[in-house]
């Protein structure tokens, strides 16, 4: 069964940092791309970042370009969202997700993602 356990959400405020991890199990995780998005009630869900299966590329929204850093362990079956300089509106729940590919493109698609976490919440004081 595979899983992703998503932590590290939690209340911060503007212009602080938090670092999301993902732990992934039930599957060959050296062969998943790996996304991160995040949604607020209301809203639909919207992408944040991605990393392919080797961690060579990844992507960014315009909206956290230069804020975030996804980055992933292999060896831990674990991928890692860094976010920096954090604004009251990155307050969402944020969600890693899972895309059966060895390619060296990343999708910014949700619906091209095979597994999703439960979430975790990231709260953004101003």
């Known amino acids: 069964q595979v899983q992703l356990v998503e932590s590290g959400g939690g209340l911060v405020q503007a212009g602080g940092s938090l670092r999301l991890s993902c732990a992934a199990s039930?599957?060959?995780?050296?062969?998943?791309?790996m996304g991160w998005f995040r949604q607020t009630p209301g809203k639909e869900r919207e992408f944040v970042a991605a990393?392919?299966?080797?961690?060579?590329?990844?992507g960014y929204a315009d909206s956290v370009k230069g804020r975030c850093t996804i980055s992933r362990n292999n060896a831990k079956n674990t991928v890692y969202l860094q976010m920096n300089s954090l604004k009251p509106e990155d307050t969402a729940v944020y969600y890693c997700a899972a895309r059966l590919f060895v390619g060296w493109a990343v999708s910014l698609h949700g619906d091209e993602y095979n597994y999703w976490g439960q979430g975790t919440q990231v709260t953004v004081s101003s």
């Open positions: 039930g599957l060959t995780f050296s062969t998943y791309a």
């Open positions: 990393i392919s299966w080797s961690g060579g590329n990844t």
